[in-house]
T-cell receptor, first 115, second 109 residues
Framework: DGGITQSPKYLFRKEGQNVTLSCEQNLNHDAMYWYRQDPGQGLRLIYYSQIVNDFQKGDIAEGYSVSREKKESFPLTVTSAQKNPTAFYLC??????????????FGNGTRLTVT | GIQVEQSPPDLILQEGANSTLRCNFSDSVNNLQWFHQNPWGQLINLFYIPSGTKQNGRLSATTVATERYSLLYISSSQTTDSGVYFCAVGSRGNYQLIWGAGTKLIIKP
């Protein structure tokens, strides 16, 4: 079955450490996205990528970095510069940019806790 | 930029009831999607509906683009319908979806 796999489901890190969240899709989608969700809140866009080797900052990119070396993979690194990294992180993909003309599909998310 | 408002913010219903969730947006859109986030955080795309009406089982959605609103109808609610319903919109030339704050739905058995 096609889908988006995020790993791990739960992640615990000490303050000051960088951490990388994995996102893999086998839907053959061109566009991929990272969102952050805080408790009781909506989704905020961190980064998005429309094609391989290209990505753009979203609304809250500070303290995060991404790479898109393969169509299937879009890992997110939460750096020590991110002031409040504890959150629920969701990866998504769509056939075309911005989900225009096609629905946005999500992985099951990674809950990151930094202490 | 486009503003998205969802109403009501919270809704508590008994199992079997019907409900209507609303999404208002402030400008023309070429992309509108409804999502359901279950209590475990999983986000499911319900409808891609920039205009017109669609139905999927007990759920249906209507977008009236000229009047800048969309409605999500849930009939014969079940406890598994509980969660948060989000509306997200996009405009021509802008690849970012703008998200509403969501409607939290609780279905009591």
């Amino acid at each position: 079955d096609g889908g988006i796999t995020q790993s791990p489901k739960y992640l615990f890190r000490k303050e000051g450490q960088n951490v990388t969240l994995s996102c893999e899709q086998n839907l053959n989608h061109d566009a991929m996205y990272w969102y952050r969700q805080d408790p009781g809140q909506g989704l905020r866009l961190i980064y998005y990528s429309q094609i391989v080797n290209d990505f753009q900052k979203g609304d809250i990119a500070e303290g995060y970095s991404v790479s898109r070396e393969k169509k299937e993979s879009f890992p997110l690194t939460v750096t020590s510069a991110q002031k409040n990294p504890t959150a629920f992180y969701l990866c998504a993909s769509s056939i075309g940019p911005g989900g225009v003309g096609s629905p946005l599909h999500f992985g099951n998310g990674t809950r990151l806790t930094v202490t | 930029g486009i503003q998205v408002e969802q109403s009501p913010p919270d809704l508590i219903l008994q199992e079997g009831a019907n409900s209507t969730l609303r999404c208002n947006f402030s400008d023309s859109v070429n992309n509108l999607q409804w999502f359901h986030q279950n209590p475990w955080g999983q986000l499911i795309n319900l409808f891609y509906i920039p205009s017109g009406t669609k139905q999927n089982g007990r759920l249906s959605a209507t977008t009236v683009a000229t009047e800048r609103y969309s409605l999500l109808y849930i009939s014969s609610s079940q406890t598994t319908d509980s969660g948060v319903y989000f509306c997200a919109v996009g405009s021509r030339g802008n690849y970012q979806l703008i998200w509403g704050a969501g409607t939290k739905l609780i279905i009591k058995p």
